[in-house]
């Protein structure tokens, strides 16, 4: 299955988002070797960058490593092309303009028949792709909408609850791992996921908390986080497969992450809906 990973911070880091780990599971004989995307964020808009090809063969991805970008808030993700072909349009992270913000989402799972369960409204946004990932993102903006038409996409109880129960509709299909964002917010859900190999199910997501360091870095097995300066600030790490030898909290199944600027402000278990 696919691999997800995200960065949340209050502070701009410079994140070299361990491709080359990602590598490792996104080769041309490993599990996931049909594309690869990341989003760093600058204000309300993000850099988007993506290829429909394996990374670890990808001349692109030394070039993005050693590229100043200093970000606090990235979304990566690597695919294993379940539904459409390889191409651009179904390589994730997938991103729309909203409210005047960018928005941002990448999905690991499988949702059958999501078209038929979760039809998507005739003046909704409409997918450029074949994937069940970017119709259930189109799913959750057109809620968003409805949100933002009755007065409340300001509020951020509702914005929660729609998230929630948009979860909750996914879980109700197929598996359902998703980093989703504003620019602002983070959610993460955690369903399950196949494991590689062996394909037993595990925790869809595994989660990092890191408190302020003194000189803001981390640099462990790829993955280096450098700090634009000294200001201490804490970060929250998301991955499907544990990047450093730290101690990642596997989230349990139906949990739902609200994270802002490295600080977590909600943790909710969605019940699934029957």
Known sequence: MCELFAYSSRVPARIRIAFREFARHGGPHAANPDGWGAAYYEGVDAHVLREAQPSLTSAFVPVLEKHDFHSPLVIAHIRRASRGPVALANTQPFARELFGRRHIFAH??????????????????????????????????????????????????????????????????GPANFLFTDGDLL?????RRRSHPGNDWVPGLHMLVREAASDHQMRALGLHVQGRDDKPAPAVLL??????????????????????????????????QV
């Open 108 to 173: 690991n799972g499988d949702l059958p028949d999501v078209e038929r369960a979760l039809p998507l409204a005739r003046a909704a946004h409409r997918p450029m792709g074949q994937t069940d990932s970017e119709h259930a993102f189109y799913v959750l903006m057109q809620s968003l909408l409805a949100l933002d038409a009755a007065g409340e996409s300001g509020d951020l109880k509702r914005r929660i609850d729609v998230v929630a129960d948009f979860a909750a509709r996914l879980r109700a299909i």
């Open 187 to 191: 959610f993460a859900h955690a369903h």
């Open 239 to 272: 991955a499907s497969v544990p990047l450093t030898p730290e101690d990642w909290e596997p989230l349990p199944e139906n949990t739902l992450l609200v994270i802002q600027q490295g600080r977590l402000l909600a943790r909710l278990d969605t019940p699934t």
